[in-house]
């Protein structure tokens, strides 16, 4: 089955770049999607398809993918963006999705 | 709007069986594939179980394979989990999702229900 790998936690200063790594073998050839999910909550996507965007989520979110690596980025990152952070992917092999452990961001 | 409300949740010995439901609403049930991922306290995300839009075809994780079954009523848009032999690893809040898609497939979970919690113990 295939496995994605995140850090545990990031923190970073308030009005700082956060970045947030999502590892996986040739990720890149694969589309990855971003929640954020804050406590007591059901999670919500901020990228999907690599780098796009929905709707009400903040300019400040982006996604980048290639390689073996994907990679969430928040910038001029504010106390509301503390929360967890999955990536998640569609494993083809197994017709099922796959979730990252999970990065809690924590802002200083 | 699309509503996903899931309810069945309690408290169970290890060894017993639960049924959760997800009421669905706001959109044609029927053509949607759904899907049921957990997240054990402090834990992340974990995805459970598939099930396409007529029902027809079903996956699961192999942690609950064999003890879990997926099931979807189109006629009352509610999509169920029976799950049997329980486990104290598989206390967790447990999440409906709605795939953009009829069989499932690579689209983001846009809709989630609040989720209902599961705590096997003795």
């Known amino acids: 089955s295939y496995v994605l790998t995140q850090p545990p936690s990031v923190s970073v200063a308030p009005g700082k770049t956060a970045r947030i790594t999502c590892g996986g073998n040739?990720?890149?050839?694969?589309?990855v999607h971003w929640y954020q999910q804050k406590p007591g909550q059901a999670p919500v996507v901020v990228i999907y398809?690599?780098?796009d965007r929905p709707s009400g989520i903040s300019e400040r979110f982006s996604g980048s993918n290639s390689g073996n690596t994907a990679t969430l980025t928040i910038s001029r990152v504010e106390a509301g963006h503390e929360a967890d952070y999955y990536c998640?992917?569609?494993?083809?092999?197994?017709?099922?999705?796959?979730f990252g452990g999970g990065t809690k961001l924590t802002v200083l | 709007q699309v509503q996903l409300v899931e309810s069945g949740g309690g408290v169970v010995q290890p060894g017993r069986s639960l049924r959760l439901s997800c009421a669905a609403s706001?959109?044609?049930?029927?053509?949607?594939?759904m899907h049921w991922v957990r997240q054990a306290p402090g834990k992340g995300l974990e995805w459970v179980a598939l099930?396409?839009?007529?029902?027809?075809?079903?996956y699961y994780a192999d942690s609950v394979k064999g003890r879990f079954t997926i099931s979807r009523d189109n006629s009352k848009n509610t999509l169920y989990l029976q799950m049997n032999s329980l486990r104290a690893e598989d206390t967790a809040v447990y999440y409906c999702?709605?795939?953009?898609?009829?069989w499932g497939g690579g689209d983001p979970f846009q809709h989630w229900g609040q989720g209902t919690l599961v705590t096997v113990s003795s």
């Open positions: 998640q992917v569609w494993d083809s092999s197994s017709d099922h999705p796959v």
């Open positions: 040739n990720i890149g050839s694969k589309s």
């Open positions: 398809y690599d780098s």
């Open positions: 706001g959109f044609t049930f029927s053509n949607y594939a």
């Open positions: 099930i396409s839009y007529d029902g027809s075809n079903k």
């Open positions: 999702a709605r795939d953009n898609t009829k």
